[in-house]
């Protein structure tokens, strides 16, 4: 029997075929350092939205599905304060839009303003409800349009300012929990 050569096999066109691989590479590689390797592609940037303001305190609505945070309570004039809320429906996306009109305020002139929400010290001793115009129609924002599954909005009213001692006070809105220690903005100065 023919035992096996202990010296292997040469095959020459496999060495001629990685020398040339090697070559390709290398001539690759000189030509795209001497003539400047394209820019780099990068991916469109999505066109930034605007910051959605944090809240000073949250809460959500009876239903489970619309919460309800405050924004800002600041004083605009030394006798009053603006209140923001933002409110947004975290509803599944297919679900239809929920009804804000009547949500913090009764239905008839009122309808669509933050008329039913009110303030209150933290003792509970003074309520501070919305300012009223001339037509006694609410200071504030009107809005009507359903409030759309993943929407927030802010919503705004004006109030009588409290004491100079309260630094907090307690936003009652209807059909959600009240909340607490929200604290008023610093005073403005006098015109």
Known sequence: MNAPSPTPIRRPW?????????LLLGFGLFRATRL?????VTPPVAESLPA??????????????????????DR????????????????????PGLDIAQRFSTDGPDRGT?????????????????LRDSANAPIGSRDVTPLAAGERRVLWARYPAP???DVEVVVHVPHAEPLPNVPVGQKTTAP
């Open 76 to 95: 605009v004039a030394p006798d009053t304060v603006e209140l923001r809320l933002a409110i947004t429906n975290t509803n599944r996306p297919a679900s």
């Open 163 to 165: 004491g100079d001692r």
């Open 36 to 40: 400047g390797s394209p820019a780099p």
């Open 52 to 73: 959605t303001p944090p809240v000073l305190v949250e809460t959500s609505g009876e239903e489970g599905h619309l919460t309800i945070g405050v924004v800002s309570l």
């Open 14 to 22: 496999l060495t001629a075929a990685a020398a040339a691989l090697v």
């Open 114 to 130: 933050l008329a039913e929400v009110y303030l209150a010290d933290l003792s509970h001793e003074h309520k501070f409800f919305v």
